[in-house]
Structures are given as C-alpha cells and as structure tokens.
C-alpha cells in the first residue's frame, strides 16, 4: 500500500471480525516497533503478546475489577462521574477481549538528558519534574507503537491504541506476571488491540491544518 494511503487510512478500530492475524504478519508488525526512533536509541520498550481469549479475560476482569472499585468510591459523592467512568470502560476498554491479538507494552522510567547534570548542579526538583514531564522515554513508546498501528493498517489489519485503562495498570501486570511475565523496572505504557477491523468504522474529526500549524 503508498505510504499515503496507509496513513490516511488508519482509524481506531473497536469491532473485529473473527479472521485471526497471521504469525507472520504479527511478528512483521512486531518488527516495525523494533525498528522505531527512540530518545538516545534506548529501545526502552517490550512487548507482550497475548492471543489467549481466557488471559484476554482476565485482563479484562481486572479493569473492570478496577473500575468498579474507584466508581463506588467515586458514587456517593458524584453519582453521575461513577456512571460515566463505568459507562467508559463499557464502550472504550473491554471490546479488547474480541481482539483476536492484544499487544501489551512495557516502559522503564528514562533519564531525559540534562537530569544528572541538574542534579550535580543543584537544580531544584521542580525543574527536574519539567524534564520528566517531557518523558523522552514515552515519546520513545510512542513512535514504537504509531509503527505497528501503520504497518497494520500496510497489512489489511486495524488496532486500536489503549491508555484508558492505565488506571488498572498494575493489576494488569499482575495478571501478566501470573502468566509468566516479568522484567524488572519496568511497567506497561498502554496495550494495542489488534486485528481484522470489522467495515464502516467512525472516527470523530480532526482539528483544521489552520487551528494545529503555526507558520513563523
Ligand atoms: C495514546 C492514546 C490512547 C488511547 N486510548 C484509548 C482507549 O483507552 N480506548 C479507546 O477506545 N481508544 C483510545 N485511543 C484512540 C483514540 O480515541 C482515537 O485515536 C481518537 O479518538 C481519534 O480517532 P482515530 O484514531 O480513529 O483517528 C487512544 C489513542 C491514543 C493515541
């Protein structure tokens, strides 16, 4: 497919059909992450491949788990937030387990540049916390995963990329560890649902060229 297709082609995809994702195809977008930029060529990344529908499950469980525990705290004091963050997994977390691949992806914390010297030369922690707020070492994270949602869509396949769950990220890696999965200092960034998109996906709209670019 021309680069350009590719590009504008790619939507999130949330619906799959039932086709699986060819292992050669997986290990092809796999391998386009591998390959991707990253701040001072740290590859600061890993990926856990899960296919199983009963750990997709358990994933899932977990978030809503999760999910559950913070909208009862959240109930009693705005019944309307709690509704929605239940009604948010609903619509934009669970539709993973119908995913015939889930991709996880791990991060470790990196040093952005300039932190040590700041440290040697006294700067304060509030200015340590603006170079950390750049997080290289997730921007890093990011170019490897815009890789594999490209190279997907190059290969007849749609993903969709998720944060939305973070807040269970812990309970997920537990999950993972259980399985056999563990590396440490390091802990997941987002996971990448994956397959055979189902036809007519909606996207909402993007900003104009004008409202995002400023010519100086
Ligand atoms: C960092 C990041 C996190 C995202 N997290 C979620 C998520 O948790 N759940 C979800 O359904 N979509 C998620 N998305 C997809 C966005 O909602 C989607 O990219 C956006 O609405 C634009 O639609 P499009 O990707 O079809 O162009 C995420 C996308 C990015 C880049």
């Given at each position: 497919?021309?680069?350009?297709?590719?590009?504008?082609?790619?939507?999130?995809?949330?619906?799959?059909?039932?086709?699986?994702?060819?292992?050669?195809?997986?290990?092809?977008?796999?391998?386009?992450?591998?390959?991707?930029?990253?701040?001072?060529?740290?590859?600061?990344?890993?990926?856990?491949?899960?296919?199983?529908?009963?750990?997709?499950?358990?994933?899932?469980?977990?978030?809503?788990?999760?999910?559950?525990?913070?909208?009862?705290?959240?109930?009693?004091?705005?019944?309307?937030?709690?509704?929605?963050?239940?009604?948010?997994?609903?619509?934009?977390?669970?539709?993973?387990?119908?995913?015939?691949?889930?991709?996880?992806?791990?991060?470790?914390?990196?040093?952005?540049?300039?932190?040590?010297?700041?440290?040697?030369?006294?700067?304060?922690?509030?200015?340590?916390?603006?170079?950390?707020?750049?997080?290289?070492g997730l921007q890093s994270i990011g170019a490897a995963v815009e890789n594999m949602t490209l190279r997907a869509v190059d290969l007849g396949y749609g993903s969709c990329w998720?944060?939305?769950?973070?807040?269970?990220?812990?309970?997920?890696?537990?999950?993972l560890k259980e399985a056999g999965f563990e590396k440490e200092g390091y802990f997941i960034a987002n996971m990448l649902a994956l397959g055979v998109p189902q036809p007519d996906?909606?996207?909402?709209?993007?900003?104009?060229?004008?409202?995002?670019?400023?010519?100086?």
């Amino acid at each position: 497919m021309e680069f350009k297709d590719v590009l504008y082609k790619r939507q999130s995809i949330r619906k799959f059909t039932d086709q699986e994702v060819k292992a050669e195809d997986l290990e092809q977008i796999l391998d386009a992450a591998r390959v991707a930029p990253s701040g001072d060529n740290r590859q600061n990344w890993h990926f856990v491949v899960v296919r199983g529908s009963e750990l997709k499950e358990k994933i899932r469980q977990a978030i809503e788990d999760r999910n559950e525990a913070i909208a009862a705290l959240v109930e009693p004091k705005d019944p309307e937030r709690a509704a929605r963050f239940r009604k948010f997994a609903k619509h934009f977390a669970y539709f993973f387990v119908d995913a015939p691949v889930l991709i996880v992806t791990f991060t470790n914390i990196d040093q952005p540049s300039g932190a040590r010297e700041y440290r040697i030369a006294g700067i304060g922690q509030e200015e340590i916390d603006k170079l950390y707020l750049r997080s290289p070492g997730l921007q890093s994270i990011g170019a490897a995963v815009e890789n594999m949602t490209l190279r997907a869509v190059d290969l007849g396949y749609g993903s969709c990329w998720l944060t939305g769950s973070n807040y269970a990220a812990e309970q997920i890696a537990e999950v993972l560890k259980e399985a056999g999965f563990e590396k440490e200092g390091y802990f997941i960034a987002n996971m990448l649902a994956l397959g055979v998109p189902q036809p007519d996906p909606k996207s909402p709209p993007k900003k104009t060229f004008e409202e995002i670019v400023t010519y100086l």
